[in-house]
């Protein structure tokens, strides 16, 4: 008994010293709750109020084995600029996979669909 004691104590002296990150995120919705604007903060990266058109935020809920999500784009967000923010998300998570993973082979097919989707979007120039 005393050892967890002393234990759940270490682990609340060790959490107290993390350096903790915050990321805010602000929308700003019209009178049908349809965003408007999108407005980002991270202290640490020295990023203060920085405007978006569009972000895509996922999260790893490990309890239920699942990915949640939030998309979110402005209303004024053009087509043009969606087709190229995807583009370049795809590329982002392909190389993201291979870091996480290390596989190899697996990246090389998300970067082919990644080429494939820039050629049938007329992305690549």
């Known amino acids: 008994m005393i050892f967890l004691r ?4 270490n682990q609340e ?3 107290a010293d993390l350096h903790t990150s915050e990321i805010t995120l602000r929308v700003g919705l ?9 407005n980002w903060s991270a202290q640490d990266g020295g990023i203060e109020n920085e405007e978006a058109k569009a972000m895509l935020l996922s999260v790893w809920d490990s309890k239920n084995q699942e990915s ?8 004024d967000m053009p087509v043009d600029e969606m087709k190229t923010f995807f ?3 795809l ?3 392909s190389e993201t996979f291979l870091k996480a993973t ?3 082979k697996m990246t090389a097919t998300m970067k082919d669909f990644c080429d494939y989707f820039a050629e ?3 992305l690549k120039e």
């Open 6 to 9: 002393n234990q759940i104590t």
């Open 13 to 15: 002296f060790k959490m």
């Open 30 to 38: 019209d009178e049908n709750r349809i965003p408007e604007t999108l």
């Open 68 to 75: 949640l999500k939030i998309d979110l784009w402005t209303k």
């Open 87 to 89: 583009h370049q998300t």
């Open 91 to 93: 590329v982002s998570l």
């Open 102 to 104: 290390q596989d190899e």
């Open 120 to 122: 049938n979007l007329n």
